[in-house]
């Protein structure tokens, strides 16, 4: 069985829609660019608590995955434990899929 989101997600990446790491994430949060952040399972509680902190007052959600960073990595082509979704109708697809993925 394929992972949809995981698709989704490179399909996301395809389509210019997101940021890649921690440093492009914070520059696209303060430029209100940002509608979901996404975080890898076993990026450190310290990088988790930075990204809830620069999103404080804003309408972004910073969402744990399941997944781990190689398995996120993998499915963008890029090594990383935080992706940041910078279009609206992909980040309420992305949740969707996550919704409905990480129950099975």
Known sequence: MQNKFLSFLGICRKAGKMSIGYKN??????ENRVSLILIASDLSEKTEKELCF???????EVLRTIYSMETLSAAIGIK????????EGFSKALKEKYKGESQL
């Open 80 to 87: 990383t434990g935080v992706i940041a979704i910078e279009d």
């Open 25 to 30: 994430t914070a520059e696209r949060v303060k």
């Open 54 to 60: 620069i999103t404080k007052g804003r309408d972004i």
